[in-house]
Nanobody, 122 residues
């Protein structure tokens, strides 16, 4: 199992940017695929983005495509979510997730971080 710790959340005005980080306790590059999810108040948790270390494959939800970028630094065991052109509807708690398969991490990840709050003001 891997431990995940998110950071980088905060309050930003609409149109602004934030970069979230997810630090893993172990070597993730060779064992886990990574993803970001978010959960807004009163809504279900939803998939945001995912990446595979092998082949550099990435996936994005339609709502963030072109605005968010998922990336990783294998040497630092860290995954990032760069969020640009933020909108009030991006307000949510953002969670980092890890799983041993790309399908798994996009649907039912087995490992979760504690979440970081992102608030976008209009």
């Amino acid at each position: 199992q891997v431990q995940l710790v998110e950071s980088g959340g905060g309050l930003v005005q609409a149109g602004g940017s934030l970069r979230l980080s997810c630090a893993a306790s172990g070597r993730i590059a060779s064992n886990y695929d990574m993803a970001w999810f978010r959960q807004a108040p009163g809504k279900e948790r939803e998939f945001v983005a995912a990446k595979s270390w092998s082949g550099y494959t990435t996936y994005y939800a339609d709502s963030v495509k072109g605005r968010f970028t998922i990336s990783g630094d294998a040497a630092k065991n860290t995954v990032y979510l760069q969020m640009n052109s933020l909108k009030p509807e991006d307000t949510a708690v953002y969670y980092c997730a890890a799983d041993t398969s790309l399908v798994g991490v996009r649907t039912t990840p087995k490992n979760w971080g504690q979440g970081t709050q992102v608030t976008v003001s209009s």
